[in-house]
């Protein structure tokens, strides 16, 4: 073998050496306890029922989704709820219920104010297609009745995949969300998932997944990732302009990390900081209002990977990027169309939506 030859052969087997050393998304999830590919509803079966309600979660609960998704904030009154949006003006009637306040937060209202609005009609309006009459008059719901939906049926028992949103607005939250946690017996008093449930704690602030790991240190913890200011550099600064006639979901898909440090910068906080993985932002086929920057592309996972964190993906609802994410090397995928996902993961549930949605009286 000439000297050539001898070197190339060394070389490809540190190559093939340095390979087998990056563990597997797989094996990164099973050592996290994390199914995989994991299926996360995103606040619930929110395409075939109004986000973040009870019918949302029951019949992402009932298809057998691994993950409810839901976006944790508090009432003035101090009780945790999930609602995505810091206002009420999109996905409920607060204009007609409480007009002087619209635009107020969330944190400016009790939840017995709250629990008044209807958090059900909006979506009728939205998506006549999908809408049903006992969607009218759904409530925003608390913590607490969340888990009541997860705890409820010993044969589907989900998970939460819990995110802190807006953390700045709730000082004190991520405390408190482990409090509740202990006293609904999802944390052992030794901080550790209790057995039989399933948490994942996600948020997209710094501060925060340090809080949440600093009175969570034994709860799998996920960083989610974008481009923009609080978070990954850009490599333009550019801001979107609506004037330009280009839509935000194209925008978005320009936008792309200053560099691989930008990038890698987060994954090693995220590391440093007790997350097990990172929830990457991706850039959708059909564009739309949740398509956004394409931060799963293969070299990210791969680095990702290498770093011992797997990488779950939000927000995905059509099988050509589902195959497309899957194919660049995610472990798991946010979506509102856990039916869709589950098919495409060859776990179809064993009911359509229509018959869940009609058997629990929606
Ligand atoms: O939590 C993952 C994903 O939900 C982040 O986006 O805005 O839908 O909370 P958002
Ligand atoms: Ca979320």
Do not use: C
């Amino acid at each position: 073998m000439s000297l050539r030859w001898l070197t190339t052969a060394l070389l490809m087997t540190a190559a093939a050496v340095a390979q087998a050393q990056v563990p597997t998304g797989e094996a990164l999830a099973r050592a996290a306890g994390i199914p995989w590919p994991a299926v996360i509803a995103h606040r619930g079966a929110s395409y075939d029922a109004p986000e973040s309600t009870r019918a949302s979660y029951l019949l992402a609960r009932e298809l057998g989704a691994d993950y409810l998704e839901m976006d944790l904030q508090r009432t003035r009154d101090g009780q945790l709820i999930a609602l995505h949006d810091t206002n009420l003006g999109r996905t409920t009637d607060i204009a007609t219920k409480f007009p002087e306040q619209k635009d107020q937060p969330v944190n400016q209202f009790t939840l017995a104010q709250l629990k008044t609005l209807d958090a059900g009609s909006w979506y009728n309006k939205a998506y006549p297609d999908r809408a049903r009459p006992a969607y009218a008059g759904l409530k925003i719901l608390t913590l607490d009745e969340i888990i009541d939906l997860a705890d409820q049926d010993p044969a589907r028992r989900p998970g939460l995949y819990i995110e802190t949103k807006a953390p700045l607005l709730f000082p004190g939250i991520e405390k408190e969300l482990t409090a509740k946690l202990i006293q609904r017996g999802w944390l052992t008093a030794a901080g550790e998932v209790a057995p039989g449930h399933r948490l994942v704690l996600q948020t997209f602030e710094k501060g925060s997944l340090t809080l949440l790991n600093q009175f969570m240190p034994k709860v799998p913890k996920v960083l989610l990732l974008w481009i923009g200011e609080g978070s990954i550099d850009p490599a333009s600064p550019a801001a979107y302009n609506p004037a330009s006639g280009e839509t935000k979901a194209a925008y978005y898909a320009r936008q792309q990390p200053r560099d691989h440090a930008a990038f890698e910068q987060w994954l090693d906080f995220a590391k440093a900081n007790g997350a097990v993985g990172t929830g990457p932002s991706a850039a959708l086929t059909q564009g739309g209002d949740q398509s956004y920057m394409d931060l799963v592309q293969p070299w990210m996972n791969q680095l990702t990977h290498a770093k011992g964190m797997l990488v779950h993906v939000y927000t995905v609802d059509d099988p050509v990027d589902y195959q497309k994410v899957m194919a660049a090397g995610v472990d798991g995928i946010f979506t509102n169309r856990s039916s869709e996902l589950l098919k495409f993961y060859h776990r179809p549930a064993s009911r359509s939506v229509p018959e869940i949605l009609q058997a629990n009286g929606y």
